[in-house]
């Protein structure tokens, strides 16, 4: 099978001016992938579909990834030379830069052949944000084991796929609010809340059941011991 | 109502007939409305708490909507939340009649992350006992299928009977019968005593008669091909575009079985057939897995025939503290229920940064309501049985 860098090579000369570049694994599984921008991801995914070479006609797995925004530090020494005594080594100062990455959604796709029992070729699409820009095309029209995962990746994780038929929660029910994947997802303090009769309830059950009886305060007064008998005295 | 009361009404409904007899109007109330029936999630034919919203046309189904989620506890936050290691007896609850299937699949993916080796007689030991789950879980699913034809009873307790004797075996070697928890990250948890490899001897030599006494029983049974044959038919474009695997796809007449494809572990080794349908209807899926069965017998006997000595774990593997390089990884194998694959990815850190399953059932059903779509309400029982889902996979 040809290997990533061959493919995004094909597919620029397919498809000049789409952003595609190879994202490589650093581990020692070595399944490099590649990253597709958003403008030309479906004609893109059509093209590996139907490529008599490639032909994945499988799309395996579709997995959301959550890279909430972090704070990368970056150490540097500088050495500054001593201005009154240029001959004396440089003093080396260690710098240290603080950069912001903005966070990210991601969606994995693995692909397979199954006419030509290769794979797996991968690809990746990123939201420009975790807010209002979380959106990436829906690659269901191309593949429809696609349809229940990015539903999946559209609960657990907020990702919407632009031109999903039916796109909606699938694990979670309706009402819920928010995307529990999410790296920074707080469960709520009173997620196993039951509610307790009130309001009208309240009232029925009130007068369902008489009112238990008053307590009777108990004698306190304790009955007098008989006089003792008085000496000297007569019977 | 009085009899003069009758007597007006019936003069308004009525129309005089010519030959003189009275004929009352019809006021049909049947107006041909769709009809939408909530099947499940408490119902035994769905095996599990599945729901489908069903819309029916009279007894047809003109649309169906699966439901999802009532046994949904978020598996994959909580991978994110434990160690590597610590994840494995969360792995047993995904499909948890095939743990050890389940096991395999995940140690397969994290060997992958972090480039481990396996010993010669674990790679056996796993085909082993992943050919005793496929018996396992076919031998219940042709029991449940016939359970939802309507033979009540007397083929799952057959069935059930000898998922015992292999629950027996999974017992004695791991300490449980369903949540194994066996597989380890470079080898197996335990090595399997002489007397438990005659005990899987036995049962290899003897289940092909159970096999045969299953069949006679079943297959060429009127009822049931009345009931499944051209019921449910997929194609096999569809079914290759829905990522459908496993069984389900090989009975439309595909080839691609993970065990020949991936030759994972050393089943290039083993001589056996991958049989496949004609039809893809629910009897060409039930058909390929009694003869899986078959096939799964003969890999049994040639793996314990040339089970090696040796250890079971790799000595360098790491348990305690283990932390493989960053990087990401996905690892799948064929089983019983189709394509079961983990997608892992590491920062490097002692728990996976993102814990990803591939779960075969769930991704099978997407094509449930194309297959049903045209039959009665009778049928959509049979063919989700056909599809074989365990929620605890479908939810997770």
Known sequence: MESPEQIRDRLLARFPGAEISVVTNPGIAAQHSLLLGAAHARAIAEFLRDDPTLKLDQCSNVTGIDWPEKEIVETKNISTPDPANPAA????????????Q???????YHLYSITHRHGPVIFRLRTGNRTDQATVPSLTPVWRSCEFQEREAFDLFGITFDG???????????EFKDHPMRRDYAEPDDYEWEPTPHGTVLEKTKAHYPPPPALVAAPTVLPAAPAAPVKGATP | MSASDHAALSSQLSTPHVGGANVREVHDSFH???????????????????????TLDGETIVKLKPVFGYLHRNHEKLGETVTYLGSMPYTDRLDYLSSMTNNWAYALAVEKLAGQAVPERAEYVRVILAELTRLLNHTCLAGFLMQDCGCSGTPLMYAFREREYI??????????????????????????????????????????????????????NEIIIARTQGVGKLSPELAIS???????????????????????????????????????????RYMIRVLEMRESIKILQQALAGLPAGPIMDPKAKLRSFRPKAGEAYGRIEGPKGEIGFYLLSDGSPNPYRYRIRPPSFINLT??????????????????GSVDIVLGEVDR
């Open chain 1, 89 to 100: 080594p440089p003093k080396v100062v260690e710098q240290k830069t603080k950069r912001l």
């Open chain 1, 102 to 108: 903005l966070g990210f959604l991601e969606v994995v």
């Open chain 2, 167 to 220: 629950l027996d075996l999974f017992e004695s070697l791991s300490g449980s019968r369903m949540m194994c928890n066996y597989q380890r990250f470079g080898g197996c948890r335990v090595d399997p005593s002489a007397d438990w490899l005659t005990g899987a001897q036995k049962l290899a030599d003897r289940y092909g008669t159970f096999l045969d006494e299953f069949e006679t029983l079943l297959t060429g």
């Open chain 2, 32 to 54: 041909g409305d769709l009809l939408e029936v909530s099947m499940g999630p408490h119902h035994p034919s769905t095996h599990g708490v599945f729901r489908m919203i069903v």
């Open chain 1, 164 to 174: 999903h038929p039916d796109l909606r929660r699938i694990l979670m029910w309706d």
């Open chain 2, 242 to 284: 829905a990522g459908v695997t496993g069984p389900m796809l090989r009975a439309t007449g595909v080839n691609y079985d993970l065990r020949k494809v991936d030759a994972y572990g050393v089943y290039p080794r083993f001589d056996f057939r991958v049989p496949l349908g004609d039809h893809g209807d629910v009897y060409d």
């Open chain 2, 367 to 384: 094509v449930l309501e194309d297959m049903c779509l045209g039959h009665t309400v009778a049928d959509a029982v049979i063919i989700l």
